[in-house]
């Protein structure tokens, strides 16, 4: 189960950056067999996942009416910056929901992202400002976010 949001949380713990480099193959089914139990060795089953080591997680993507991140994507653009609605969903008020903005360069991701109520996390992509109140890190985010998308 993901946590449930907890308004009393510290503010400022909504906010989060990641960076990090993407590298990706394409492997057969018999290499990923193959290496299945090598990675089981190194790694944990995600302590929100099913019995099953799954979990749903339900992405909104945004674009302007142009279609700009879809063209920019066929363009091979660099750097491209992508809006969306990540939900964590583990059924009924369980779930953990951010409005990010990915960046690309390469290989390279970068991933800012505000964790709020889900309706929130909607409207902020809508161009509406949030209700909760920001920690000092925020508006630089929430400001980033494209007006008129979505």
């Known amino acids: 189960m993901v946590p449930e949001f907890d308004a009393a949380e510290n503010i400022a713990s909504r906010h989060h950056r990641f960076d990090r480099r993407e590298l990706k193959f ?3 089914t ?3 067999d193959a290496m299945l139990p090598v990675l ?3 790694m944990e089953i995600d302590p929100y996942a099913d019995s099953d080591g799954v979990y749903p997680i339900v992405s ?3 674009d302007s009416p142009g279609r ?3 063209f920019e994507r066929a363009r091979g653009v660099v750097p491209r910056h992508k809006l969306r ?3 964590y969903d583990a ?3 369980t779930e953990a929901v951010f409005a990010e903005i990915k960046t690309k360069l390469r290989q390279r991701v970068v991933k ?3 964790r709020l109520q889900r309706d929130e996390a909607l409207a902020l992509c809508h161009g509406e400002r949030p209700k909760a109140s920001l920690s000092s890190r925020e508006p630089v985010l929430v400001g980033d976010i494209p007006r008129g998308v979505g």
Do not use: F, K, L
């Open 91 to 93: 059924g009924g008020s």
């Open 60 to 62: 909104v993507y945004y």
């Open 30 to 32: 018999a290499q990923r």
């Open 68 to 70: 700009e991140a879809y």
């Open 85 to 87: 609605v990540r939900a």
């Open 26 to 28: 394409v492997i057969s």
């Open 40 to 42: 089981a060795e190194h």
């Open 112 to 114: 800012r992202r505000i």
